[in-house]
């Protein structure tokens, strides 16, 4: 597998770079998870591997957070979230 050269400076500059590489596939990103251990994820945003998104009434609409990133956790089938600028290493899957 080939290593991916890490894009952006900024939390925002990650968070969009990496947002573009996700919607276009299955990728291993590898993190450095809040309590210091490294994980390896396999995840996508690309929206034919997405669930189904429901829409539930009254909820409160949350404000976008760029230094953090959800996706879909292929493994696991749920939805994860990382700190964009604590990735280290991505691998497209």
């Known amino acids: 597998m080939e290593q ?4 952006g400076s900024s939390a925002d500059e990650r968070n969009s770079w990496l947002k573009q590489l996700l919607s276009n596939g299955v990728y291993e ?7 210091g251990e490294t994980r390896v ?28 990133m959800s996706v879909w956790c292929v493994d696991k089938n749920e939805w ?3 700190k964009v600028m604590n990735v280290t ?5």
Do not use: G, H, W, Y
């Open 80 to 82: 994860r979230s990382f």
């Open 29 to 35: 990103i590898t993190f450095t998870k809040v309590n």
């Open 41 to 68: 994820m396999p995840c996508t945003l690309d929206a034919v591997r997405l669930p189904p998104v429901t829409v539930k009434e009254n909820k409160n609409i949350k404000e976008r957070k760029t230094d953090t």
């Open 89 to 93: 290493e991505i691998k497209p899957i």
């Open 4 to 7: 991916i050269t890490l894009q």
